[in-house]
């Protein structure tokens, strides 16, 4: 059984920084797509950025590119977002997410096995 815990959201203002963290327990977490996904009230989940077990392959939306940044440490097994210039449009609880069954890059979320619990940001204008 995966287990997925983040942390490090919280209360920003406009234009700060948040590093969020997921650490994974239970399986093979070296060869697993990792992928962070949002979801605003109302709205539907969306994926925010991914990346491949090895790290060479990333995937970012265009809402974030330039301003967030996907990582992994797979020897901690945790999987990192860097945030900076943060907007309000980007307050959403913010989920971690595995891919259990390919090796490849998805953004759907019906294509990940495994979530966190979620963790809230809130960007103040």
């Known amino acids: 059984q995966v287990q997925l815990v983040e942390s490090g959201g919280g209360l920003v203002q406009t234009g700060g920084s948040l590093r969020l963290s997921c650490a994974a327990s239970?399986?093979?977490?070296?060869?697993?797509?990792m992928a962070w996904f949002r979801q605003a009230p109302g709205k539907e989940r969306e994926c925010v950025a991914a990346?491949?077990?090895?790290?060479?392959?990333?995937y970012y939306a265009d809402f974030v590119q330039g301003r967030f940044t996907i990582s992994r440490d797979n020897a901690k097994k945790t999987v990192y977002l860097q945030m900076n210039s943060l907007k309000p449009e980007d307050t959403a609880v913010y989920y971690c997410a595995l891919r259990g069954t390919s090796f490849q890059i998805g953004t759907p979320a019906s294509e990940y096995d495994y979530w966190g619990q979620g963790t809230q940001v809130t960007v103040s204008s």
């Open positions: 239970g399986r093979a977490f070296s060869t697993s797509v």
């Open positions: 990346i491949s077990g090895s790290s060479a392959y990333k």
